[in-house]
């Protein structure tokens, strides 16, 4: 009924997106201090970026010595598709909700968010989006720096360990692509990672730049070679 649609029943489906993000924020927080960050700096990138496979992506490139522009256009290309996530909640949401009111709900729009408002087939209320994204984002940026506190008392051997924690987030995204849409998906990926090891390794190109050209090049090889227009027609 439309009457569920409040603050409390965002907050409530939330949760479990809380304990979900809760420890991967730790893990997050581990980087950025094993990077040099401060306490601050990891926290303020968790407020204002709260994007998982982003943050991760740029910590990562951010290690690699890249430079902001290569760091920009990378993390730009993988969120990309909060946009067209963005767009369907939109639709969604009920009526009279402003211009800077829908900003601040966009923010807040993750993956995990995106596949729990879904659900409803009734409009969404910003309430009710608010409680959502609210925890979430919670979980997010409070694991952000329990992290950070954390890593203080942690050996250092164990500090570096986390720094594969980049590799195991997209290795289960690949995992679940696979089981979806069978061997392409492991054929565009192979095809990235060749391209972006010629790239880096043969032609000394910087490691940002080789993302951005080989993340572009196996999506446009992977719109070529999949049929999921067909599949839902």
Same mark, same amino acid.
């Given at each position: 009924?439309?009457?569920?649609?409040?603050?409390?029943?965002?907050?409530?489906?939330?949760?479990?997106?809380?304990?979900?993000?809760?420890?991967?924020?730790?893990?997050?927080?581990?980087?950025?201090?094993?990077?040099?960050?401060?306490?601050?700096?990891?926290?303020?990138?968790?407020?204002?970026?709260?994007?998982?496979?982003?943050?991760?992506?740029?910590?990562?490139?951010?290690?690699?010595? %890249?430079?902001? %522009?290569?760091?920009?256009? +990378?993390?730009?290309?993988?969120?990309?598709?909060?946009?067209?996530?963005?767009?369907?909640?939109?639709?969604?949401?009920?009526?009279?909700?402003?211009?800077?009111?829908? =900003?601040?709900? %966009?923010?807040?729009?993750?993956?995990?968010?995106?596949?729990?408002?879904?659900?409803?087939?009734?409009?969404?209320?910003?309430?009710?989006?608010?409680?959502?994204?609210?925890? =979430?984002?919670?979980?997010?940026?409070?694991?952000? =720096?329990?992290?950070?506190?954390?890593?203080?008392?942690?050996?250092?051997?164990?500090?570096?360990?986390?720094?594969?924690?980049?590799?195991?987030?997209?290795?289960?995204?690949?995992?679940?692509?696979?089981?979806?849409?069978?061997?392409?998906?492991?054929?565009?990926?192979?095809? +990235?990672?060749?391209?972006?090891?010629?790239?880096?390794?043969?032609?000394?190109?910087?490691?940002?730049?080789?993302?951005?050209?080989?993340?572009? %090049?196996?999506?446009?090889?992977?719109? =070529?070679?999949?049929?999921?227009?067909?599949?839902?027609?």
């Amino acid at each position: 009924m439309q009457s569920e649609f409040t603050f409390k029943q965002g907050c409530k489906e939330g949760f479990p997106i809380f304990v979900g993000y809760f420890p991967t924020a730790m893990a997050f927080g581990l980087v950025c201090r094993d990077l040099g960050l401060r306490i601050w700096e990891a926290v303020l990138f968790s407020m204002t970026n709260f994007a998982g496979s982003g943050q991760f992506l740029a910590a990562n490139l951010i290690g690699k010595g %890249a430079i902001p %522009a290569e760091i920009f256009i +990378s993390v730009l290309l993988v969120n990309l598709r909060y946009t067209f996530m963005g767009a369907e909640l939109s639709r969604k949401l009920t009526k009279g909700i402003g211009g800077w009111q829908r =900003a601040l709900l %966009a923010h807040g729009t993750t993956d995990e968010v995106f596949s729990v408002a879904v659900l409803h087939n009734q409009p969404i209320t910003k309430n009710y989006l608010a409680g959502l994204e609210g925890i =979430a984002y919670a979980g997010w940026v409070s694991g952000t =720096a329990a992290g950070f506190l954390v890593g203080m008392i942690l050996p250092s051997a164990l500090q570096l360990a986390v720094g594969v924690t980049l590799y195991a987030m997209f290795s289960s995204l690949l995992a679940q692509e696979f089981r979806q849409k069978g061997f392409k998906v492991l054929l565009i990926a192979a095809i +990235s990672a060749i391209l972006n090891s010629v790239l880096i390794l043969l032609l000394h190109l910087g490691v940002g730049w080789a993302f951005v050209i080989s993340m572009l %090049a196996a999506s446009f090889f992977g719109a =070529a070679i999949t049929d999921d227009i067909e599949e839902y027609v």
